[in-house]
């Protein structure tokens, strides 16, 4: 269930919950009361009962302005006009306003194909400028739609005011507008606010969740809670708004609810402060501070307008977060955790839906607060990053230095480097910082609130880049470790390992540290080295750095008697293992022997039988082989070979398949065979881990091999093979102008391509676009010195 509202001095806790939620509460058997007005409303008007009352005038009089919907509104539009106007507005006004679709909701088709409209307002809306970029967004929670009308009436008073030089607040709104690009989406949740009608006209039956009737402010990404902290896959809603904001930068937002009247900031997951809180504080107090007293005027002299009084309170309308009540998967600590916004939540009206006659007196209410709020977002630090050699943007880290934490900081965007930071009054020192870039520290940059500060262009000089050292690895187990190292200066690594004593190194690119090397053979000892990637600048490898795998501890299983029944071949591909003689206990490690031929990767058909031998009479007895395919200790249920229930069949014989990467994996690894008794037919061994009465335990070691790949003599570290990943063609750096064969293999061994080049400039180029996606081998074959080398690649 969410948490709608909290009462600290009743104790009264309000909720919203979908009927699964609410069965689940009822086994509780906690006393409760549903409120009707909680979950109906009165006192609604649409617009298209406004429409159908004005038509004839519109159609007398057609010089009338093409706008669906009449402003101040006082009338809940419905979903059809809505989405007019938002077109209107840009239709009319292009010079400064554009509608943005920034997705659809999870009705989809089924609910009317309802959109997220957003307009973009600016002075120069189709040209992209270093300005800070600000937001609005309203009724995620679709039954508290108060700020669905005030933001149209927002976006209708920024046109008009900016578009006519006599209005009284054109200068304050054309520097707005001119100076930032303003966001508005009046409506983030449709389905919600249009629940219940199929023709998308009323909103007397609005509900809070959305189509799939899930909570959306709930629902998105949490740095306390982590991933889908409701439990719920990432709604449509809630993805459009996630990729909104991995493709912009907004400085400052505000998303508005209803049920209560106050100001909400960060953070709602945790009761820490945010770093900023005196700024947030002082604009949430100065937006409580502008509706009170417009509320307060003439002629509505309404004294109790936005002052709720919440938790640790310091003025009446503003709240902090979890002191209020805490929030898991909200939008708002999404934004100022992930996305560096600050963005808070603002509660507009007691009553979620409110009388439509009510509407205006909240557009008066509130007018001067939306204004005041986005201005806020010019204020503060503002400059420009960039490369103090090529003189190009960058993308930057702007901490301020023992003020910043939990992700406060801001960050410069491309394609200009612009950033801006608003921040409270004080003196900050202000580091800027770029990967491979030596950062820059301005020291005590003094500012004051309502102050924009423009700290000009700021020159980053590219570092030098140099090899990791300090290799090191923790965590090691029997096919895997941790690999670490430290590098001043780096964006990304390459990353090679290899058996102690092999000539051939596993190279992976791309890499961050720390890594994990899987897929290591248990008790071997191998090396890693590491290189330092800066752009497109790269260094040597480092020296190399040692590690011993841990042998496995696989699982015990025996036998307790031998005395009647036992194990006395075990044979592959024709090669056995005869112990009729030599069994002594009820389990037997052969592991230690050579005893079978290597078995292929990837490969079909191969023999395996099992021989059963009695003291006396036969017994009827279940057989099990598991092979330990991918190495990781356990027997798995996919990684049985021999499943025979319980018969006197003296020999049971099968056959059985070798899997393929990354299911299998090369080198040796541990069989199993358990013969055990049961006193009736028809019975299976089915657990690799068992103590048994009678019968016998063998484990074996097995060697898997690639047969299609040769031996690799020809140095890797002379071979360049990139991109890797690819996705059309491939290009091979060769370290000598020799002649070359170059084949490609896929996974099962099969010839792709086999061809000899002359690389008279070391440098070959494959067009492999034809392949389908997955992993690949190339072998480069140096044909004078008869040397090759083999690298795995991936196709996207």
């Known amino acids: 269930m969410s948490i709608v509202n909290f009462n600290p001095e009743t104790n009264m806790v309000k909720v919203w919950a979908n009927a699964e939620e609410f069965q689940k509460f009822q086994s509780y058997g906690i006393n409760f009361k549903v409120d009707d007005a909680d979950n109906s409303s009165t006192g609604v008007v649409m617009s298209n009962e406004i429409e159908m009352m004005q038509r004839s005038s519109e159609d007398t009089n057609p010089s009338l302005a093409p706008y669906t919907l009449s402003f101040p509104m006082t009338a809940y539009p419905t979903y059809a006009n809505y989405a007019s106007q938002m077109q209107a507005f840009e239709d009319n006004h292009p010079a400064i306003c554009e509608m943005i679709d920034i997705g659809g909701t999870a009705e989809g088709a089924s609910g009317g194909n309802k959109r997220l409209l957003f307009v973009k307002l600016s002075g120069n809306v189709s040209t992209s400028e ?43 709104i054309q520097n707005l507008l001119d100076n930032s690009e303003v966001w508005i989406n009046p409506l983030a949740n449709p389905d919600g606010a249009y629940y219940n009608s199929a023709s998308n006209t009323s909103v007397t039956n609005a509900r809070r969740a959305n189509g799939n009737n899930v909570d959306i402010n709930r629902n998105f990404p949490d740095n306390v809670s982590g991933p889908h902290p409701d439990g719920n896959s990432y709604q449509a809603e809630t993805i459009s708004f996630m990729t909104l904001a991995d493709n912009n930068h907004f400085v400052l937002a505000a998303n508005f609810h209803g049920g209560t009247e106050v100001v909400n900031y960060p953070f709602d997951n945790t009761y820490t402060n945010h770093a900023d809180t005196d700024w947030f504080f ?78 205006d007196d909240h557009w008066d209410y ?39 934490a939990i992700n406060s900081h801001t960050v410069s965007s491309l394609p200009f480097g612009d950033f801006y930071r608003p921040v409270y009054a004080g003196t900050y020192d202000i580091l800027i910082e770029v990967p491979c870039y030596q950062s820059v520290t301005l020291s005590s940059e003094t500012i004051a609130n309502y102050q924009t500060k423009d700290l000009g262009e700021i020159f ?61 053979n248990s008790e071997t000892t191998y090396e890693f080295q590491v290189r330092s990637y800066c752009g497109a600048n790269s260094t040597s490898y480092s020296s190399s750095q040692q590690f011993t795998t841990l042998a496995f501890s696989y699982c015990d299983a025996q036998g307790n008697s031998v005395a009647d029944e036992y194990i006395s071949n075990v044979s592959i591909n024709g090669f056995g293992n005869n112990t009729q003689s030599s069994t002594a206990s009820g389990y037997s490690d052969y592991t230690s022997l050579s005893v079978f031929p290597d078995l292929d990767l990837n490969s079909a058909g191969n023999s395996i039988s099992v021989t059963k031998h009695w003291t006396g009479s036969s017994y009827r007895e279940a057989v099990s082989v598991w092979i330990d395919f991918n190495h990781d200790g356990t027997f798995d249920t996919s990684e049985r070979i021999v499943y025979s229930s319980s018969t006197t069949t003296a020999t049971v ?14 080198g040796s ?16 061994a089915n657990d690799p881990c068992e103590t048994f009465s009678y019968g016998e335990v063998e484990d074996y070691s097995v060697n898997i091999v690639d047969s299609t790949l040769g031996i690799e003599n020809l140095d890797v570290n002379t071979v360049r093979i990139f991109p890797n990943p690819f996705k059309n063609s491939i290009t091979i750096k060769t370290p000598t102008q020799n002649n070359y064969g170059v084949e490609v293999f896929d996974v099962s061994g099969r010839v792709i391509l086999n061809q000899k080049y002359s690389t008279g400039n070391g440098t070959i180029n494959l067009n492999l676009g034809t392949l389908s996606q997955g992993a690949y081998f190339i072998k480069v074959t140096d044909l004078e010195s008869h040397s090759s080398v083999t690298k795995q690649v991936i196709k996207q």
Request: with cysteine; aromatic share 12%; net charge negative.
């Open 460 to 520: 980053l000089t590219p570092a030098t880049v140099s090899a990791p050292t300090s290799l090191n690895t923790s965590g090691t187990d029997a096919n895997s470790t941790n690999a670490t190292w430290s590098a001043t200066t780096a964006d990304s690594f390459d990353i090679r390992y290899r058996e102690v004593g092999s000539s051939t190194w596993i190279e992976v690119t791309g890499v961050s540290n720390p890594y994990q090397i899987t897929g290591l």
């Open 366 to 404: 509130t007018r001067e607060a939306l204004i005041e709020y986005l201005i806020q977002g010019t204020y503060g630090f503002r400059g420009i990053v960039k490369d103090a050699i090529s003189g190009d943007p960058l993308e930057a880290k702007i901490t301020l230095v023992g003020h910043d």
């Open 653 to 666: 014989n099968g056959t059985f398949s070798v899997p393929n990467t990354p299911t299998a994996q090369l």
């Open 669 to 684: 690894t541990r069989m199993r065979v358990i013969m055990k008794y049961y006193s009736n037919a028809g019975n299976y």
């Open 282 to 359: 002082l604009t949430g107090k100065e937006f409580a501070e502008n509706c009170q007293n417009d509320a307060a005027a003439a002629p509505y002299y309404n004294n109790g307008y936005m002052d709720a009084v919440y938790a640790n309170n310091m003025w009446p309308g503003v709240t902090e977060g979890a002191d209020w009540y805490q929030v898991f998967g909200g939008r708002q600590d999404f934004m100022n955790y992930y996305h560096q916004c600050k963005e808070i939540t603002i509660e507009l009206s007691n009553t979620k839906t409110p009388p439509a006659s009510q509407l």
């Open 130 to 172: 270093a300005e800070p970029k600000v937001m609005y967004t309203s009724s995620m929670h679709g039954d508290e739609i108060t700020g669905y009308v005030m933001m149209l009436n927002l976006i209708d008073y920024f046109i008009t005011a900016y578009e006519d030089t006599g209005h009284p607040d054109h200068a304050r």
